[in-house]
């Protein structure tokens, strides 16, 4: 599919010293580094980057046979996005400042602290990222190109905006950070987390879980896990899906129901890659990427001291807004035409042809539950379908109509996607406001009486009295 994500690529750690090599190791095996090459001569370096790509290199100066201050400028030549974190016991400023300007990322002095080691790889392991993606998006946006669009054979579309997000989303698969996608309910929020996973090259799983409802407990349980012992009822060690997702996906959806107690806990698994299982105190290293996903404004839950910001930030690092199907409406026609094959496939009918009134009927409705909810409507229809080349419009109607009843018994504030009315001069009287939306309701239905009888939420027969008293009106 795609080749393995840079963030897969080991960490080397080169140094003629034994002790420092495993010591080296077991600090960052701890803090969540998968894969470590530990190389002991300097001269083994170069021929096994040409075998193998590394994301970071921990670099020792001072060796026999080649010294690192002779490998560093090699390396930055060859490697120029490679970061390099010296790692040597010469404390003096001189030698330091030389082995930056030789290109040098960070510049450790021996002994090491654990946490300023740690902390040193992990910023080398996500500049290496950025600068990667950086680059894979440029690439985009000068080609226009889409690498694999194989991964999104799921999602039926031939919208522009859409293939935008594609390409985005090849760009970023590659990266270890966190991914939040936001949309509104039905968009196809996971179908898009799906192929984020497809395209990052990750060799484990991708684990899925929906958060809303979950408390502080039973969140802690079924991401951490609990050991033997942990609460009543826990006979027996039980792993958690961040175990499950090892080396692969962890898909959380509905992030913006997660308690407030739930959202600490998920900050530090996202900053520190360490989780404790229920009734442990020996953390584990987790290695999944974690993607999120969300219908709601988080900007305003923050607001309202509902979301953490930090949490939020570290959630946001690379960000897919999926469009509702108005802003698309393009692939109506498309979507209409694959839900009725599949529909007609179901249920072992033949697929009747939509009408140009539905189409036009569909193309004038809001559809708040969006891609899902024309999903149910085709199947709605094909269901109740009794034959004839022409698939019947009455159960849309109905379906609409239904929607319609509901948004105006259960009003929800919504962002508009039109322009705000402006009124200049005196208010209109209502018969003149009623006589405008019937012309415009008659405007985006071209003429057809009953599609524009849908829009407005009437049955055709009261249509056809407010029609005939302008009629009167015009003629007295």
Known sequence: MKEKSPASWPVFVVDDDPSVLHATAAVLHSAGVARIESIDDSRQLLPALERQPASTILLDLFMPHVTGNELLPQIARLCPQLPIIVMTAAQDVETAVLSMKEGAFDYLVKPVEESRLVASVRHALEVQSLRREMGVLKHYLLSDCLQHGEAFAGIVTNSRKMRALFQYIEAVAISAEPVLISGETGAGKEMFAHALHKLSGLPGPFVQVNVAGLDDTLFSDTLFGHRKGAFTGADENRAGLIAQANGGTLFLDEIGDLSMASQVKLLRLLQEHMYFPLGSD????????VVCATNHNLAQLMRQNQFRSDLFFRLSVHQVEVPPLRQHTEDLTLLLQ????????AIRKPAPEPSNELITLLSNYHFPGNVRELRAMVFNAMALHRGGSVLAMDSFRHAIQKQQQLRADYP??????GLPIVIPGRFPTLDEVEEAMV??????????????????GLSRPALNRRLARRMLQARS
């Open 282 to 289: 020996v953390a584990r290293p987790s290695d999944a990427r």
């Open 439 to 456: 012309e415009e309701a008659l405007r985006r239905a071209k003429g057809n009486q009953g599609v524009a009888a849908t829009l407005l």
């Open 338 to 345: 694959h839900f009725l094959d599949e529909a007609a496939a």
């Open 412 to 417: 929800v504030a919504e962002a508009s996607d």
